[in-house]
């Protein structure tokens, strides 16, 4: 079991940012890959960002491209998610997710956070 807690949320102003942070504890050997969501009011949940758990490769839905930044440091277990040039659009609950497997990006996360409410005045 892989336990997930996300932080970093919060009332930001259009154009403004925010740093999230999820960390992992548990059985963090069995994680391939990690992945932040987000879901609006009536919305589906989307799919963010995701990123190895070893080695460099990122992946990002085109939305937020150039403006959203995922990284991690395995000595903390934490991965983060830097959010620039943010929009209304852009507010949501966002979660963090892990994974245990290769396999598409979007797909196929057993683990998640709580999630931490991010709001963007306009």
């Known amino acids: 079991q892989v336990h997930l807690v996300e932080s970093g949320g919060g009332l930001v102003q259009a154009g403004g940012s925010l740093r999230l942070s999820c960390v992992a504890s548990?059985?963090?050997?069995?994680?391939?890959?990690m992945g932040w969501f987000r879901q609006a009011p009536g919305k589906e949940r989307e799919f963010i960002a995701a990123i190895r758990w070893s080695g460099e490769t990122t992946y990002y839905t085109d939305s937020v491209k150039g403006r959203f930044t995922i990284s991690r440091d395995n000595a903390k277990n934490t991965v983060y998610l830097q959010m620039n040039s943010l929009k209304p659009e852009d507010a949501a609950v966002y979660y963090c997710?892990?994974?245990?497997?290769?396999?598409?990006?979007?797909?196929?996360?057993?683990?998640w956070g709580q999630g931490t409410q991010v709001t963007v005045s306009s």
């Open positions: 997710a892990a994974k245990p497997s290769a396999g598409g990006w979007s797909m196929d996360y057993p683990w």
């Open positions: 548990g059985r963090t050997f069995v994680i391939y890959a």
